[in-house]
DNA sequence: ATGTCGTAACGTTTACGA
């Protein structure tokens, strides 16, 4: 089972995109980011009637994520547990069942953090310890789940090309490194990172400056996999090549394929 | 040339978030 995240920055300007890689990729499963729209006015059908299942939670202008399945979705809950004040909508769950085992599915769009130090930075961390608390519970399930998504978080100079651009942003910071660090050593495992060791391997290239034209890239869309997840580990890949392709996104999709 | 993009709004332009 194919399961791959992407950041697709506004669905509505990326339906047209989104569906020529769903139609490429042909995934099973994908977790959404930046929906940018309201559940009313998602465009689902383009995925209905590419056979797949469609389940937001999204909120306006901003934010907002989504699951496309072609197997059926069950269990679906919406919001991160944690703060019952937080009204942005960042995270998304189902469980999704292959051949022989069933998945857990975790879609997260945790906070840019930008500027650093002040609120917004404060609430990025206070979301990402959120994060570590059902990240603990994922993990006492002992079962197949996962966590893909926008971390917006750079783990480590080798995850970008130009680190020292990036030493004093939230997405780099030492706080971010050492919370995010704090959820993987919990006993996730870096999908990616496990299959393809060593730098020059990036996720988002930003619109600005022909960061793409210069490979001037980050590493910041992850999926993280609990150990009964990593056992059935079959692949891993980032969609490096539609970022050159027309109104791109600024990210490209990470995938692993897992023998469910 | 705050150099790009997407979204919303008292819209033909500005503000915000990234």
């Given at each position: 089972m194919k399961i791959a995240s992407f950041n697709i920055n506004g669905i509505k300007a990326r339906q047209q995109a989104l569906c020529d890689w769903l139609d490429d990729a042909q995934p099973d499963v994908v977790l959404l980011q930046e929906i940018k729209s309201v559940d009313e006015n998602f465009p689902r059908a383009p995925f209905e009637d590419r056979g797949y299942n469609v389940e937001t939670h999204g909120q306006k202008s901003f934010n907002g994520v989504a699951i496309l399945s072609k197997r059926p979705l069950e269990d679906i809950r919406r919001g991160l547990p944690g703060d019952e004040d937080d009204a942005q909508a960042r995270w998304i769950e189902?469980?999704?069942t292959g051949d022989g085992a069933a998945v857990r599915l975790c879609g997260l769009y945790l906070p840019n953090g930008n500027p650093?130090?002040?609120?917004?930075?404060d609430y990025k961390l206070a979301w990402m310890d959120r994060l570590r608390i059902r990240a603990a519970e994922l993990l006492a399930a002992e079962e197949p789940a996962l966590m893909a998504g926008d971390y917006n978080v750079i783990p480590q100079d080798a995850d970008a090309a130009n680190p020292?651009?990036?030493?004093?942003?939230?997405?780099?910071?030492p706080e971010s490194r050492a919370a995010f660090r704090r959820v993987l050593h919990m006993g996730f495992t870096d999908a990616f990172r496990a299959c393809h060791p060593g730098p020059g391997h990036y996720t988002f290239w930003d619109y600005q400056g022909g960061a793409w034209r210069r490979d001037d890239g980050i590493r910041i869309d992850h999926v993280l996999l609990t150990p009964q997840a990593a056992d059935l580990m079959e692949g891993c890949g980032i969609d490096r090549e539609i970022r050159g392709r027309e109104k791109p996104s600024d990210h490209v999709p990470v995938w692993v394929d897992l023998d469910l």
């Open positions: 189902a469980t999704v650093a130090p002040g609120p917004k930075y020292a651009a990036w030493a004093e942003d939230a997405l780099a910071l």
